[in-house]
């Protein structure tokens, strides 16, 4: 027995050793990191330099966290926070240093409403009396409309531009979902046909065309105004040259005027040098994106106010939330602290969300609402704040907007997906045994009864009354002048600046300003929120590759009926009514 008892005791001891020898490798790898990432900041601008900003890579709405375990397995890619882009530019601006900006923005991931305060933030470098050269080699039509800021755009004879107006492609499943027994079940009120036609017929209705001409209409209408003026041109000179499609070529973006010149990689460096008086480009001083802000801390101990920053990024669901979702549990929680944080004097709500789930949609506008009553809380809206990401919105005491922002959506309706028709023709039947008539309830393997249709009908009717009452009360406006606005239309930031949806134009920076007037602070640390805790078991869930049944199905199916499966899988309990874009909006 003794034996068995020494045996455990030193098997524990080894283990207990073991874990300890982990978390003191772990903590001498962070300390080294950051060691690593972080030098000292003095000194790392020289005179007469150029940042060197290249915008080539993936942009998220907010800025990645450093993760030492990520470092450690050479994980960490190169990610751009749009925060982070904005106060380089604006550190840029003011350090005298910094003579101009050579920028790389030709293949631009970013959402057109982050591409614009990007663009708005360059145009603040020019005005300090600073240059901007650019240079391309794929030019999209995004990456174009960035970089027409610059004094001097330069494109590879070889390469390509893109300049042909705005599209956007919708898919239609009617024949699909006949042939293939794997249906939508759509429940809906009748105004909200568009929000689910693509489930129900193979053609757009007229209103929905409308609809997304309208939108595609007035952001084009900001794209090509904005870039007549930086280029001197006028904006039916715009529209004629795609009209009669002739830019295809660098060489005829050039003649157009569009472009200042054709060159490659070391022609624009060379211009560079002669811009600066060198007689040898090799004596260029370079400043990377990471020194410039290094060069001076965002965060001034020395000052206790704050504005917090809360990013609502994602489909919203049902659950904890994470980066890229939006859920009650993190949120709420962070919202409730927030509160009654004496630290906090605003609240800044950035929102980039198509929407999603009309329960969580509620649970945190009530928890902003409390928010609302202990200090000043406004909004942000990134690329999408439509649906239920307008219902988070609804209810602030200012919402700002960027030009081409897509919000708006007012309007609720359900879509469950359906294999009753498919299993039966791979030869599966499914049978029920109930204690009461319709007591399965919603089951994918059986065909939708009437009686759940009624009661799914009462929940929408009464979810969409409640999300009118929400914006009506917070946006002052009556029940019937809501009504005119909703009905799922979605509207541009131009468009709902217009309809009283938004209360100004313009991006994150500007409602950080407009949060410090209303707490009436004027110095201030801005402090991003949720927090999310990252550990070794969610980085090593993070590797997991799996291949199997599950991708194959992803594969074959379209990417539509993918996310309406997966919000029905992610939501427990299922949350059939949906405050979510009514397509999948992709503008090309």
Do not use: C
């Not at 400043?287 to 410039?292: G, H, M």
């Not at 789930?357 to 000043?376: I, R």
């Not at 009753?420 to 049978?431: A, L, R």
């Amino acid at each position: 027995m003794n034996f068995f008892k020494n045996f455990l005791t030193s098997v524990l001891g080894t283990l207990t050793a073991i874990g300890l020898f982990f978390a003191l490798v772990l903590m001498l790898v962070s300390a080294t990191a950051s060691l690593l990432v972080s030098p000292p900041t003095e000194g790392l601008v020289k005179s007469n330099s150029i940042l060197d900003l290249n915008l080539n890579v993936p942009i998220t709405d907010r800025n990645p966290e450093f993760d030492e375990l990520a470092l450690l397995f050479e994980l960490n890619e190169e990610v751009l926070g749009l925060p982070e882009i904005l106060s380089a530019l604006s550190k840029a601006k003011k350090n005298p240093n910094i003579k101009g900006i050579r920028l790389r923005a030709d293949l631009i991931t970013a959402g057109w409403s982050q591409t614009r305060s990007i663009r708005e933030a360059l145009k603040e470098f020019q005005n300090s009396g600073k240059f901007i050269f650019a240079y391309g080699e794929i030019m999209t039509q995004k990456g174009y409309y960035l970089s027409s800021v610059a004094d001097t755009l330069i494109v590879n004879p070889m390469g390509t531009i893109e300049f042909k107006g705005l599209a956007s492609e919708i898919l239609y499943f009617k024949d699909f979902q006949k042939e293939y027994g794997l249906k939508m079940e759509v429940v809906r009120l009748g105004k909200y046909k568009s929000a689910v036609e693509p489930f129900l017929e193979n053609r757009m209705s007229e209103a929905n065309r409308l609809q997304i001409k309208s939108l595609l209409n007035d952001l084009w209408g900001t794209i090509k105004e904005e870039i007549a003026e930086s280029r001197a041109l006028q904006t039916d000179q715009i529209d004629q040259l795609i009209l009669a499609q002739k830019i295809t070529l660098p060489q005829e973006a050039e003649t157009a005027q569009l472009i200042d010149g054709l060159g490659y990689e070391t022609d624009w460096e060379d211009l560079i040098a002669q811009k600066l008086n060198l007689t040898d480009k090799k004596d260029l001083n370079i400043t990377s994106f990471s020194a410039i802000n290094q060069s001076s801390e965002d965060y001034d101990k020395q000052i206790k106010d704050r504005i917090a920053v809360v990013y609502a990024s994602g489909p919203i669901l049902y659950g904890e939330g994470t980066r890229s979702t939006i859920a009650q549990g993190v949120f709420v929680e962070t919202l409730e602290e927030l509160a009654t944080d004496d630290w906090v004097k605003a609240v800044v709500l950035r929102v980039d969300s198509p929407g999603g789930s009309a329960l969580t949609s509620e649970l945190l506008w009530q928890a902003l609402e409390a928010v609302k009553k202990e200090k000043p809380l406004l909004v942000s809206m990134g690329n999408t704040a439509a649906s239920g990401g307008y219902y988070i919105a609804a209810g602030a005491d200012q919402i700002f907007a960027e030009p081409l922002s897509i919000t708006g959506s007012i309007g609720v309706f359900a879509t469950l997906p359906n294999a009753h028709s498919f299993i039966n023709k791979i030869g599966i039947n499914s049978e029920i045994v109930e204690t009461h008539p319709n007591a399965l309830g919603y089951s994918i393997f059986q065909p939708m009864s009437p009686a759940f249709d009624a009661q799914l009908k009462k929940g929408i009717e009464h979810t969409y009354t409640t999300f009118k009452k929400r914006v009506a009360q917070g946006r002052s406006l009556s029940e019937a002048e809501v009504e005119i606005r909703a009905q799922g239309r979605v509207w541009t930031g131009n468009q709902a600046l217009e309809n009283g949806l938004v209360d100004a134009l313009g991006g994150l920076p500007e409602t950080i300003d407009a949060a410090a007037k209303a707490a009436g602070i004027e110095e201030y640390n801005t402090v991003d929120y949720p927090k999310f805790e990252e550990d070794f078991s969610s980085l090593i869930a993070d590797l997991q590759l799996t291949v199997g049944i599950k991708q194959l199905f992803n594969a074959l199916l379209p990417h539509s009926l993918q996310t309406k499966i997966e919000q029905v899988q992610q939501s427990q309990p299922v949350d059939y009514f949906q405050t979510v874009l009514p397509f999948e909006l992709k503008i090309y």
